[in-house]
């Protein structure tokens, strides 16, 4: 097909907007997809993502609408995968806008225009859940067409649920969106803007084709990272698979590499061919570096090869995810894993338990530091445990973050903002309701409850997207827990030199309820370096014995006694002391503990 | 192997009235079916006969209240059960007059182990008991005038309402009266019985304080000169052995015949419990065939676990043989550094420092492998 009837788009909405039921409607117009056969909200194939109604991996699906080819390119719906994002977006030419009708601009709706906007698509603004009771179109499309810089009358207003209005919505994509415009002769140039893994035939990668031609059995590279392969297949989907042999200047599309590992395969690389190669790449690519890290421990330490063969599972899905291993005195052998934030982290730890069944430990996340030891070069760090004991300088990741809150909330927001460290930015009416803030904070302060206090000081209205904006040096200490004088591995954190001394008393009156007693004092510490901040102790248990035992209970007695074993055999055992898994989860929610 | 059973349990589950906190198998009144139920004890006695040694040691008739049992059938059990060294009768107070006790020992009863309880009139009430304080007296000067030099009380502390005095003026009670052994159980009151509906808010105060009491315990009556051989048993020092021989079988994991309604035997390496229905026992034995039994075949790994722990409760070291393989060397050396067990130099032998005996229950968990 010829570039001028062909339309490359996706579909950007803040989360539970309507973007899958709108996909879905689309399909089921352009017959792709009957609606007997059709699975509802067919775009989000995996499980976990339907059941949070979010998006993980990005496909693309082909549709014919009035002798055009539609290709819908699916996004990630969360912040964790802007970059992802950004990518898809730049194999478009246009993007629906969503928004909801009774929601209003939401901050993710707010951040991907911008994307949208970065990336020159043009926009088609589309309120949605217009059949609802509680809907405002009117006001909705205002704020819409006041965010993008465009006609009320030019927001299109549809109901997803009903289909009411979805025709008009493809009738616009044709006439509003521009037709690619690459050089179909000039040297082949595909950007990669997702990829998944099948066991079969190894890496798929989703490419937009810019420039020239594809076709299977050709010779292929990828430019910045230099792997080399042949297409084995390529094709598109409709939405199911289907093999075309060729891949054109402005289609969508699928190649089928091979290629055994994903981490080869980079979202956001440009792929050429061998027999005639592109000399530049196209703009954009980066190489994403997770910027969370938590600890990621076998309930049971017999499960560690089958944590092991899932992580290498799910690395072959999911690039962005890192892990090496790592020992903890306290916890055993397990693994150090990064992640692109707290949403991909919370992704890959269900699906470990889900897909895998395992039982897993997950000690509180930190972010990735940038240090300096005396007299040394910069080393970065991931764990508390390797921080130095010395350091000259250290750097911590911040984010600038985008919060819409309605006005009534700006004061309690703004409070925990400056609880946080946060760095007031800028602050703007969306409307007479609705204030956008944005703040530069260390991403280190959002990473234990931010959202969930945001959530909760805004009566739920708040919500909030961000952008890692680089490291910036900060006053920060290593805190270490002893119990029974040695030193916790898995419960040391690093905080800010000012709220050490508070969250390190807060952490040891936790540790103090979640400790049993034993059979002998704990006492239980915190310190910086060789000093102790704050102290509390286990008292030892007096009595852990059962006053009758006769020889009509002797096996009543005996499973109670196998029960207090088994109870024992959870506990992890640090130098003398027993301590139960949950203790290790203490960091995680002292703030919510404190302010209940 | 096994040359019989040496020990024998009598099931007699009649009582006056259930008490809240009681969990054994009991009947309440029923006065017409107490002869018909002493004919299906010694039904299933001649059953299971061929499982008991030629020669008893002990014999123990537990409830319930067995003096609760009408005299006259109590009689005629007592008479046809086969003689032993040691042969305890439970009894309750209240059922213990003059004419009782010179039955039991006209009967060859040995030891009665009297249901005390408590001496202050307020407890008593809380925990249903129908005795008062003078009755227990009475009861206890019935039994010495009968010729008894052998009498138990079990005692109850954490009671719903109990104060560390009141405790104390419990033991000095009992001790006042001098019996030869004394049992001595925290209350337990089971989830979701009346009981532990009725005195929620207390018990949670008790439970708390329940290891003082027990400290209490362990310290006046050792300070009186008992000794303290099993975690929850004393007995008066003395040239005689005064330790109950019955509980000891239990203890030192040897067989035990038991009969009656809801009794357990352990017998070559087999364990069963008899139905718990009254009815149900009684319509068996009287087609001569043995009740309904919830039968529970013992490993040897299983055996040796409970001979560890059912061993470390008494005051004597346990004799470890092949009962080591049952142990985590490691944890029995954390425990020794920590002072809570005692092993000789070649490790024959394995017991509970006093502290350990305190928390018995954690240790033998720690120690098993």
């Known amino acids: 097909m010829t570039q001028d009837r062909i339309r490359n788009f996706s579909i950007i909405a803040h989360i539970d907007h309507g973007k899958s039921t709108l996909a879905d409607r689309i399909l089921e117009l352009t017959h792709a997809v009957s609606s007997r056969d059709m699975r509802e909200q067919v775009l989000d194939s995996m499980d976990l993502e339907r059941e949070r109604g979010i998006t993980i991996?990005?496909?693309?699906?082909?549709?014919?609408?009035?002798?055009?080819?539609?290709?819908?390119?699916?996004?990630?719906?969360?912040?964790?995968?802007t970059y992802e994002v950004s990518r898809s977006l730049q194999a478009c030419e246009g993007a629906l806008l969503v928004v909801d009708a009774a929601q209003g601009t939401q901050a993710q709706t707010l951040a991907n225009a911008y994307l949208a906007i970065e990336n020159n698509l043009e926009i088609v603004p589309v309120v949605n859940k217009i059949d609802l009771p509680q809907a405002d179109p009117d006001a909705a499309a205002a704020e819409i067409a006041d965010l993008i810089g465009d006609d009320p009358s030019h927001v299109l207003r549809i109901s997803a649920?009903?289909?009411?209005?979805?025709?008009?919505?493809?009738?616009?994509?044709?006439?509003?969106?521009?037709?690619?415009?690459?050089?179909?002769?000039?040297?082949?140039?595909?950007?990669?803007?997702?990829?998944?893994?099948?066991?079969?035939?190894?890496?798929?990668?989703?490419?937009?084709?810019?420039?020239?031609?594809?076709?299977?059995?050709?010779?292929?590279?990828?430019?910045?990272?230099?792997?080399?392969?042949?297409?084995?297949?390529?094709?598109?989907?409709?939405?199911?698979?289907?093999?075309?042999?060729?891949?054109?200047?402005?289609?969508?599309?699928?190649?089928?590499?091979?290629?055994?590992?994903?981490?080869r395969l980079r979202v956001g690389d440009t792929l050429t061919s061998e027999r005639r190669p592109a000399t530049d790449p196209l703009p954009g690519y980066k190489d994403v570096k997770p910027m969370v890290f938590a600890g990621l421990f076998p309930t049971d330490s017999d499960d560690y090869p089958e944590l092991r063969d899932a992580l290498e599972k799910l690395k072959l899905n999911d690039g962005a995810l890192f892990y090496e291993p790592e020992t903890s005195q306290a916890l055993g052998f397990g693994f150090r894993c990064g992640f692109l934030g707290l949403l991909h982290?919370?992704?890959?730890?269900?699906?470990?338990?889900?897909?895998?069944?395992?039982?897993?430990?997950?000690?509180?996340?930190?972010?990735?530091?940038?240090?300096?030891?005396?007299?040394?070069?910069?080393?970065?760090?991931?764990?508390?445990?390797?921080?130095?004991?010395?350091?000259?300088?250290?750097?911590?990741?911040?984010?600038?973050?985008?919060?819409?809150?309605?006005?009534?909330?700006?004061?309690?927001?703004m409070e925990l903002n400056n609880d946080r460290r946060g760095r007031f930015d800028h602050m703007e009416y969306?409307?007479?309701?609705?204030?956008?803030?944005?703040?530069?904070?260390?991403?280190?302060?959002?990473v234990l409850d931010y959202y969930d206090?945001?959530?909760?000081?805004?009566?739920?209205?708040?919500?909030?997207?961000?952008?890692?904006?680089?490291?910036?040096?900060?006053?920060?200490?290593?805190?270490?827990?002893?119990?029974?004088?040695?030193?916790?591995?898995?419960?040391?954190?690093?905080?800010?030199?000012?709220?050490?001394?508070?969250?390190?008393?807060?952490?040891?009156?936790?540790?103090?309820?979640?400790?049993?007693?034993?059979?002998?004092?704990?006492?239980?510490?915190?310190?910086?370096?060789?000093?102790?901040?704050?102290?509390?102790?286990?008292?030892?248990?007096?009595?852990?014995?059962?006053?009758?035992?006769?020889?009509?209970?002797?096996?009543?007695?005996?499973?109670?006694?196998?029960?207090?074993?088994?109870?024992?055999?959870?506990?992890?055992?640090?130098?003398?002391?027993?301590?139960?898994?949950?203790?290790?989860?203490?960091?995680?929610?002292?703030?919510?503990?404190?302010?209940? | 192997m096994t040359?019989?059973?040496?020990?024998?349990?009598?099931?007699?589950?009649?009582?006056?009235?259930?008490?809240?906190?009681?969990?054994?198998?009991?009947?309440?009144?029923?006065?017409?079916?107490?002869?018909?139920?002493?004919?299906?004890?010694?039904?299933?006695?001649?059953?299971?006969?061929?499982?008991?040694?030629?020669?008893?040691?002990?014999?123990?008739?537990?409830?319930?209240?067995?003096?609760?049992?009408?005299?006259?059938?109590?009689?005629?059990?007592?008479?046809?059960?086969?003689p032993a060294v040691e042969v305890t009768v439970e009894a309750n107070p209240e059922t213990v007059t003059q004419g009782l006790a010179r039955m039991l020992r006209s009967h060859g009863v040995t030891r009665v182990s009297l249901g005390v309880q408590s001496f202050r009139p307020h407890l008593l009430d809380v925990l249903e008991r129908v005795v008062q304080p003078d009755t227990v007296r009475r009861s206890f000067y019935h039994l010495r005038d009968a010729g008894f030099d052998n009498i138990?009380?079990?005692?109850?502390?954490?009671?719903?309402?109990?104060?560390?005095?009141?405790?104390?003026?419990?033991?000095?009670?009992?001790?006042?009266?001098?019996?030869?052994?004394?049992?001595?159980?925290?209350?337990?009151?089971?989830?979701?019985?009346?009981?532990?509906?009725?005195?929620?808010?207390?018990?949670?105060?008790?439970?708390?304080?329940?290891?003082?009491?027990?400290?209490?315990?362990?310290?006046?009556?050792?300070?009186?000169?008992?000794?303290?051989?099993?975690?929850?048993?004393?007995?008066?020092?003395?040239?005689?052995?005064?330790?109950?021989?019955?509980?000891?079988?239990?203890?030192?994991?040897?067989?035990?015949?038991?009969?009656?309604?809801?009794?357990?035997?352990?017998?070559?390496?087999r364990r069963w419990r008899n139905t718990p229905r009254l009815a149900g026992y009684m319509e068996a034995l009287e087609r001569e065939t043995a009740p309904e039994r919830a039968v529970e075949p013992l490993s040897h790994d299983v055996r040796r676990r409970e001979r560890v722990m059912l061993g470390l409760r008494l005051d004597e070291p346990l004799v470890l043989g092949e009962l080591a393989t049952v142990l985590?060397?490691?944890?029995?050396?954390?425990?020794e550094l920590l002072g809570l067990v005692r092993s000789d130099s070649d490790r024959q032998t394995l017991a509970l420092t006093p502290r350990g005996r305190f928390l018995g229950g954690g240790v033998t968990a720690d120690l098993l492998a």
């Open chain 1, 161 to 263: 649920k009903t289909g009411e209005g979805v025709e008009d919505v493809l009738d616009a994509i044709v006439e509003r969106v521009p037709a690619p415009s690459g050089d179909p002769d000039a040297p082949a140039r595909a950007l990669i803007f997702d990829s998944s893994y099948d066991q079969y035939r190894g890496v798929v990668a989703f490419v937009r084709v810019v420039d020239g031609r594809f076709s299977t059995r050709e010779p292929l590279r990828a430019m910045a990272l230099g792997t080399r392969f042949e297409a084995e297949e390529l094709g598109f989907f409709a939405p199911t698979r289907r093999e075309s042999g060729v891949l054109e200047a402005g289609e969508v599309g699928y190649v089928i590499t091979g290629l055994k590992d994903v981490s």
């Open chain 1, 430 to 446: 969306l409307s007479e309701q609705r204030v956008h803030l944005t703040y530069e904070l260390p991403l280190a302060e959002i």
């Open chain 1, 57 to 81: 991996k990005a496909q693309a699906v082909r549709v014919e609408w009035k002798g055009h080819q539609l290709n819908l390119i699916d996004t990630p719906g969360h912040v964790d995968f």
């Open chain 1, 345 to 413: 982290m919370e992704i890959v730890r269900e699906r470990l338990e889900r897909e895998f069944d395992l039982d897993l430990l997950v000690t509180a996340p930190n972010v990735a530091y940038r240090v300096r030891p005396p007299n040394g070069d910069w080393i970065e760090v991931h764990s508390p445990s390797d921080m130095p004991n010395e350091v000259e300088e250290v750097e911590e990741p911040y984010i600038k973050a985008s919060i819409i809150v309605p006005k009534e909330h700006v004061g309690t927001v």
């Open chain 1, 453 to 596: 206090q945001l959530k909760s000081r805004s009566k739920g209205y708040a919500s909030f997207d961000y952008d890692i904006i680089g490291f910036r040096p900060g006053k920060l200490v290593r805190v270490d827990v002893l119990v029974g004088g040695e030193p916790v591995d898995a419960l040391s954190l690093i905080i800010h030199r000012d709220s050490a001394y508070d969250r390190g008393r807060a952490l040891v009156e936790r540790l103090r309820e979640e400790i049993p007693r034993q059979h002998f004092d704990v006492a239980i510490q915190a310190a910086i370096g060789a000093r102790v901040i704050a102290r509390e102790t286990v008292k030892a248990r007096r009595k852990d014995v059962l006053a009758k035992c006769y020889g009509g209970d002797i096996t009543r007695k005996r499973k109670l006694l196998e029960r207090q074993k088994a109870g024992k055999k959870r506990m992890k055992q640090v130098g003398m002391v027993e301590v139960p898994q949950e203790a290790f989860l203490a960091v995680l929610n002292l703030d919510s503990q404190k302010k209940s």
């Open chain 2, 328 to 335: 985590d060397e490691r944890a029995v050396s954390r425990l």
């Open chain 2, 152 to 269: 138990s009380f079990d005692l109850i502390y954490g009671i719903p309402g109990q104060t560390v005095a009141a405790l104390e003026a419990d033991l000095a009670d009992a001790l006042e009266l001098g019996p030869e052994h004394l049992s001595c159980y925290e209350l337990e009151a089971k989830p979701g019985t009346r009981f532990t509906h009725a005195h929620g808010d207390e018990l949670e105060r008790q439970s708390d304080a329940m290891e003082s009491y027990f400290e209490l315990v362990v310290e006046r009556l050792r300070g009186a000169g008992y000794r303290w051989y099993e975690t929850a048993n004393f007995c008066r020092a003395s040239e005689l052995d005064l330790r109950s021989r019955h509980n000891l079988a239990y203890w030192l994991g040897r067989d035990y015949l038991g009969l009656g309604v809801g009794a357990v035997s352990t017998v070559a390496g």
């Open chain 2, 3 to 82: 040359s019989g059973a040496r020990h024998l349990y009598v099931h007699l589950p009649f009582c006056a009235h259930r008490c809240g906190y009681c969990d054994f198998v009991t009947a309440v009144g029923r006065r017409s079916q107490h002869s018909r139920y002493v004919d299906a004890l010694l039904s299933e006695l001649e059953l299971e006969r061929r499982l008991l040694a030629p020669e008893l040691e002990t014999v123990f008739l537990g409830g319930g209240t067995p003096t609760f049992t009408e005299p006259a059938a109590l009689e005629r059990l007592l008479e046809s059960l086969p």
